[in-house]
Each structure stands twice: as C-alpha cells, then as structure tokens.
C-alpha cells in the first residue's frame, strides 16, 4: 500500500509539472503575440494620424495604409498559423510522453526512409541490429545507470523513398544483445511534429511579408515600381516624416492600453512592468512592481516601427517578474484536484492502517475473553462434576448433612456460572439493542444499600470496611432497578478486585442541580491516563502485573457505560496510579 501511495504522488509530481511546463509554454506565445499585434496597431495608428496630416498625399498614403494594414494582416495570420502549429506540437509532446510512459526504451526513427527500406521491407530487414548499451556514469559524486539503445543496418542498400512524414519510434519489447539478430519488437506510429502544410502557408505568408516589410520605404517602392525614379521622388517628402525622433512617433498610452486590451483577450489579467526603449536609451517606463534585475525567461520584447529606414528601431519590452505565480494560479483548479485526490488516499491509507491496528487489538482483547470465559466457566463446571460424583457414592449419599452440603455446593456453583452466562447474554443484547429496560421510580440510596448488604459476605471474605454516606435529599429516578443494581455492584466489585488488601471504599450520594451522582471511591492500585482511556470499551481488563487473581471478562464497565447512557445519565472517572479510582454516576432525577 505504501509503494501503491508514492506511485500515486510520483505521477501527480510528473502530471503537474509537465502541465507546468504546457501553460508556460503557451503563456510565452500568448505575451508574444499580444506584443506583435500592440506593434503592429502601433504602425497602424501612426499610418492613420499620417494620413489626417498629409491630406495631399491622400492616394499614396492610402496605398501605404493599405500596405501596412496587409502587414497586419499577415502578421495576425502569421501569429495564428504559429499558434496552431503550437498546438500541434505541443499534442505531439504529448503523445510522445505517453509513449515514454508507457515503455522503458523508445527509440525515435527520424529517417522514415530508413524504416520503409531496412524495417518494413522483409527483404531487408534481417539487416537491421539493435545496440543496447548500460553505462555506469559518476554524476556529482552519484552513481547512476545510463541506458541507450542503438539501431543500424550492418549492410547499406538503396534507400526507399518514405512514404509519409509520420515520426516512427522503435521500441523493443524484451532483453537483446549487441548486434542480436533475434528482435522482439514493436514499431509506433505517431502523427508529425508539425503539419507541413502550415509550415508552407507560413513560409508563403512570411515571404509576403519580407517584401511588404523592406529594408526601406525606398526598396518597397522600387519593388513596387520596378526603380522608376519618378514615383520614388514622389514619396520623398513622405519618407521625411519616418525620420522622426522615435519619442515623437510613440504614444506610451496608446501602447500600454492596447497591450492591456490584448492581454486580457488572451486571458493574462496580471499587472506587468513595460519599458520602451530607443537603442540604449530609456523613453518610458511604467513600473507595477519594485524595480529588480529581470529574469530573461520573464521578459518579453518586440521592435517598433520595423518598416522604416531606421538603423536601430524602437523595442517594446514587458516583464512579468510574477510569471510563476500567473501560471499557478491557471492551474489552482487540477492543483486543488490533484491535492484533494492525494488527501482522500492518504486519508484512505490512514484509516485503513488504523482499522487493521484496531481489529488486531479487537482480536487479541477477544482472544483472553475466551480464555478467561473459559477459565471463569470451567470452576464451577468441575466443582458440579465433583460434587455430582461425590452424591453417587453410597456412603455419602445416606449422609443427610454431607449430601445437603454438596447440593448446596452445586446450587452456589449453578447460580454462579448463570450470573457469568447473563452478564455476557446483557452485552449481547446491548450490542443488538434488543435488551428490554424497565421505567419506574428507583430510589437510589435505598439501592445502594441494598447492593452493599447483598455483598457483605464477599466484602467480609475480603476484610473490606465499606462506608456509606448516602446525602443526596432527593435519590429518585427513572430506571431499571435490576440494571441499576448491576451498575452499583460491578462498581463495588471492582474496588474490591483492584484493592490489594483490606480493600477501603467510600460509597456517596450528593444532589447537583436536577442530577444524582453516585460515587464509588477506592484506595486501590489506580489507573494510568492511558488505561483510563481504555477502560470503557469491551473485553479490556487493567494488567495487575504478577497477580492472577483478578477474574472477570473485561465487560463489566462496558455494561455500566451503556446502561447509565441508556437512562439519560454520564459517568465519569479520576484515578492516580498506587492512589486509588473513583467512578462517578450522574443521572437525570425524576421530574
């Protein structure tokens, strides 16, 4: 169960952190593309105030709106195709570890020409070997193994043309050695890494764009125009105003509003740190967090103004020094699942631990019950069985007084082994809720008085001195008086048991608010904290170390606990271990 446990926590470990590893990874796209796209609207906005200002050129800047929108709008496609190949990829990484799970060895074949030729041709696949290597490598002072596995042909051969571009692994399924020409083999099959059409769209797409984004207006043009000089001189007064100080072409708020706009769009709702610089030289700064060296793997940057003859254009830079704690809580929900199923089996695991501890003990308490049954119902069974005998022979049988004294004898012994079989028959019936209670007015001081004569011959067999101070005004309740009776006399009988000698009791009555308590106090051997804690539940007896004369079955406190419940009452104990107990009976007077 232990080992079971810490599989569990050990793939929680490595479910988690490789979702970690996913959110990060799509954290990092989400912030780059919210950047090209502020970027972007940025051109876009200083197209649009160029042409309120440029009323004259209205036709050639709207062709360059145009030009710069068709970058948008590449680039927003660009950013898509990206993103889903992402996802594409991140499906496959995916898979990929669910195959590495699964199998110990899992070779990758990156040449699918060498699996249509030398794996899936039978003619040559006899010329296929596998390589396993165990390395013994000293890491830091750590020993670890280093296991790989090698596949070759031993023969090249005209190589096929693959078929496909899925990413085949080769994973062997039992021991080989080097150069085993006996493979016992299983070949997987996964989609590719990347979906060669959109890598196509994007190559066709960013080729758009490279031209759309010239190293200059002036190249754009000339592509355009085919270098005809008279349409360049008519941009030339245009290409002035891209030669602006970068402070005046940027709008920090503008900027920080829309990469606000864009984050959120995309679910990040942290606050951040923004920087815009122009070279080395710092143009605005909006800091949410105090100023500290920045993590390069929390911070994000894009160029401004790319399509101008800039050397060195403009960099948007965002830092998210709280990265961590983003990706956290995207996760809080399978966190909180995660840790709530890992509760309930450590819960589990707890309770069943103390379930198997607790039966162990149940089993043990109820094997000395049977032994001390056994022991408590054998005495009178072999004293009957002697006295029996005895009244067969003639003799003694024509002695009226010794035949009166042995049937006596076997009346004593048969009381006694009833009393033994109804006390363990009342348990019983407690158990099963079966037991039937009478309800009628008891007074408690005339009952414990009774009790304490009934007992007088085995308090004088004990040399016990017993003393009464029955000062409750008010003792009636409602109960059973037989049970009740019971109570006081198991009460009574253990202080005399757990007295050495000359057992010395004290038996109160005292009124408290609408209650009796009944109290019964000893000088005997006490208890400990421990054994206090124990001595209500069934079958446990108190050790009396070397003494074997203590009898009983271990249910008599058991009983006294339930019966006093049953009839609205509570009892309570103090003890001192060598000082003596006393138990105290409180129960609800008669109203």
């Known amino acids: 169960m232990t080992v079971a446990l810490l599989g569990v926590m050990a793939m929680q470990y490595f479910f988690i952190r490789q979702s970690y590893v996913l959110k990060a990874q799509l954290f990092d796209e989400s912030v780059k593309a919210a950047l090209h796209m502020v970027a972007a609207k940025a051109e876009k906005k200083e197209v649009e105030q160029l042409a309120r200002t440029q009323r004259q050129n209205k036709e050639k800047l709207e062709r360059e709106q145009r030009r710069l929108e068709e970058q948008l709008r590449l680039k927003t496609e660009i950013e898509q ?64 193994s280093d296991n790989s596995v090698g596949l070759y042909a031993i ?23 080097y150069g085993s020409t006996d493979l016992n083999y299983a070949i997987k099959a996964l989609p590719p890494r990347k979906d060669l059409k959109l890598n196509d769209d994007i190559a066709r797409k960013e080729k758009q764009l490279k031209l759309l984004q010239a190293s200059t207006l002036l190249d754009t043009i000339a592509i355009i125009s085919g270098k005809n000089p008279r349409i360049i001189e008519d941009f030339a007064a245009e290409i002035e105003l891209y030669k602006l100080p970068l402070n005046q072409r940027v709008n920090a708020t503008y900027i920080k509003k829309e990469l ?36 390069p793997a929390n911070v994000y940057t894009t160029e401004l103004f790319r399509a101008d003859d800039r050397g060195a254009a403009g960099r948007l830079s965002v830092y998210f020094p709280n990265k961590n704690n983003i ?43 049977i032994n001390n049954m056994t022991h408590e119902f054998k005495t009178p ?16 049988a024509s002695d009226q007084s010794r035949a009166a004294r042995l049937a ?9 082994l009833g009393n033994h079989i109804e006390r ?32 007088e011959l085995q308090l004088q067999k004990n040399n016990a001195r017993v003393t009464m101070q ?48 009944v109290s019964v106090a000893d000088k005997g051997i006490g208890m400990s904290r421990d054994q206090l804690s124990k001595i209500f539940d069934q079958f446990y007896r108190i050790p009396t170390g070397n003494r074997h004369d203590v009898k009983g079955f271990g249910l008599g406190l058991s009983y006294v606990n339930d019966i006093v419940k049953r009839f609205g009452g509570r009892i309570q104990v103090r003890s001192e271990k060598d000082r003596g107990t006393t138990f105290e009976v409180m129960l609800p007077l008669k109203g």
């Open 81 to 144: 195709l990206r993103e889903r190949q992402s996802e594409f990829y991140v499906a496959f990484k995916r898979q990929e570890e669910a195959l590495h799970a699964q199998y110990p060895f899992v070779l990758p074949i990156e040449n699918n020409a060498f699996y249509e030729t030398y794996i899936n041709d039978a003619r040559y696949r006899h010329l296929v070997r596998v390589n396993f290597q165990s390395n013994e490598v000293v890491d830091g002072g750590y020993h670890r």
């Open 155 to 177: 023969r090249q051969v005209p190589l096929r043309k693959a078929k496909d571009d899925s990413v085949r692994y080769f994973i062997p399924l039992g021991p080989a050695t």
């Open 260 to 295: 606000e706009k864009e984050l959120v769009a995309r679910g990040i709702r942290s606050p951040f740190n923004l920087e815009i610089r122009d070279g080395n030289s710092m143009l605005y700064s909006m800091a949410n967090f105090a100023s500290e060296e920045p993590s």
């Open 327 to 369: 990706i956290m809580g995207n996760m809080a929900v399978m966190m909180f699942s995660s840790v709530a199923l890992l509760l309930v089996l450590i819960g589990c695991f707890a309770y069943t631990i103390f379930t198997i501890l607790r039966q162990k003990k149940i089993s043990e308490m109820k094997t000395d019950f």
């Open 381 to 396: 069974v072999a004293t009957i069985m002697i006295a029996s005998e005895s009244l067969k022979d003639p003799e003694i």
């Open 408 to 416: 006596n004898i076997i009346y004593d012994e048969n009381v006694r």
């Open 424 to 455: 363990v028959l009342n348990i019983a019936r407690l158990e099963k809720g079966n037991l039937k209670l009478d309800h009628q007015d008891v007074n408690i001081n005339d009952l414990a008085q009774a009790v304490v004569d009934s007992m």
């Open 470 to 517: 029955l000062d409750a005004a008010d003792d009636r309740v409602v109960g059973d008086e037989l049970h009740l009776s019971n109570v006081l006399f198991n009460l009574v009988d253990n202080a005399i048991k757990y007295s050495p000698e000359n057992p010395d009791i004290t038996i109160k009555t005292r009124n408290t608010h609408k209650h009796i308590v």
